[in-house]
């Protein structure tokens, strides 16, 4: 079965930069949009940034300005630059995406495990 996979997370610290990816593990028919959420200790997950197919992208208000999406249509890959790094920043952060994996299934959405990024000096 096809999985989201994310790599990049880790501890930084504040002011510090981090890039998180994630794509398909296996072969996929096509792709819609696709995003990163958060989830911080006792606190709901939230949206961080989105993209779509077109490249149109949504940011939450507390990460505009210091966070990039941005995505290779070619590799199916979704990109999370996050520069100014806060300790309100610290969360599991998820990767979500909208594809289909064969002419048989339509669209469904998918997540990732989720991966630490810890700001703290």
């Known amino acids: 079965q096809v999985q989201l996979v994310e790599s990049g997370g880790g501890l930084v610290q504040p002011g510090g930069s981090l890039r998180l990816s994630c794509a398909p593990s296996?072969?996929?028919?096509?792709?819609?949009?696709m995003g990163w959420y958060r989830q911080a200790p006792g606190k709901e997950r939230e949206l961080v940034a989105a993209?779509?197919?077109?490249?149109?992208?949504n940011y939450a208000d507390s990460v505009k300005g210091r966070f990039t999406i941005s995505r290779d249509n070619a590799k199916n890959t979704v990109f999370l630059q996050m520069n100014s790094l806060k300790p309100e920043d610290t969360a599991v952060y998820y990767c979500?995406?909208?594809?289909?994996?064969?002419?048989?299934?339509?669209?469904?959405?998918?997540w990732g495990q989720g991966t630490q990024v810890t700001v703290s000096s």
């Open positions: 296996g072969s996929i028919l096509s792709i819609n949009g």
């Open positions: 993209i779509t197919s077109r490249g149109n992208t």
């Open positions: 979500n995406a909208q594809f289909r994996v064969s002419v048989y299934s339509g669209y469904r959405d998918y």
